[in-house]
T-cell receptor, first 114, second 109 residues
Framework: DVKVTQSSRYLVKRTGEKVFLECVQD?????MFWYRQDPGLGLRLIYF???????EKGDIPEGYSVSREKKERFSLILESASTNQTSMYLC?????????????FGPGTRLTVL | GQNIDQPTEMTATEGAIVQINCTYQ??????LFWYQQHAGEAPTFLSY??LDGLEEKGRFSSFLSRSKGYSYLLLKELQMKDSASYLC??????????WGAGTKLIIKP
């Protein structure tokens, strides 16, 4: 079974803090993704990566950065957390760009910024 | 712009059948996915359609009409554990996934 793990299920931070969210997958997937999920909105893509040391901006990259130093690990960084970044953050991984490739999700990190 | 529409919430009775619709407008089309998400948990893959027609998988079926930009997820013999949100997502011409906001399905005894 594909396993995607995230470093924390719940996190509380203060405005202005630097926040690191870690994601690890164990299926040698090329692609990794960071989303945020807010009530009433669909999943919104923050950043994605198709290879080690490669990153691409998604729909809402402002206020975020990412790092992918190893194939299995994809980190999301909030340089200076703000209250509007309070959300559920979901990491996903998948293989290649073929039509059927499914994204597999981690359990999510619910981040609260005070 | 690109858009996925699905109802916000639906209610159905245990043992019954429910159909969750999804309409989409995207730049190109490379497949449509349905995911299930229980409250507080990650989305899990349910089905995939890239050709027109019905795909059946146990109690769940998914239908696609590309000409109409329309899909539905059909759930039969509803069980209480089917209470969840159901997310429709379309892979566009650039192979990016566009997500709907999800349909919260409430099952009543």
């Amino acid at each position: 079974d594909v396993k995607v793990t995230q470093s924390s299920r719940y996190l509380v931070k203060r405005t202005g803090e630097k926040v690191f969210l870690e994601c690890v997958q164990d299926m040698d997937h090329e692609n990794m993704f960071w989303y945020r999920q807010d009530p009433g909105l669909g999943l919104r893509l923050i950043y994605f990566s198709y290879d080690v040391k490669m990153k691409e901006k998604g729909d809402i990259p402002e206020g975020y950065s990412v790092s992918r130093e190893k194939k299995e690990r994809f980190s999301l960084i909030l340089e200076s957390a703000s209250t509007n970044q309070t959300s559920m953050y979901l990491c996903a991984s998948g293989r290649g760009t073929a039509h059927r490739n499914t994204q597999y999700f981690g359990p999510g990190t619910r981040l609260t910024v005070l | 712009g690109q858009n996925i529409d699905q109802p916000t919430e639906m209610t159905a009775t245990e043992g019954a059948i429910v159909q969750i619709n999804c309409t989409y407008q995207t730049s190109g089309f490379n497949g449509l996915f349905w995911y299930q998400q229980h409250a507080g948990e990650a989305p899990t893959f349910l089905s995939y359609n890239v050709l027109d027609g019905l795909e059946e998988k146990g109690r769940f079926s998914s239908f696609l009409s590309r000409s109409k930009g329309y899909s539905y997820l059909l759930l039969k013999e509803l069980q209480m554990k089917d209470s969840a949100s159901y997310l429709c997502a379309v892979r566009d011409g650039n192979y990016q996934l566009i997500w709907g906001a999800g349909t919260k399905l409430i099952i009543k005894p």
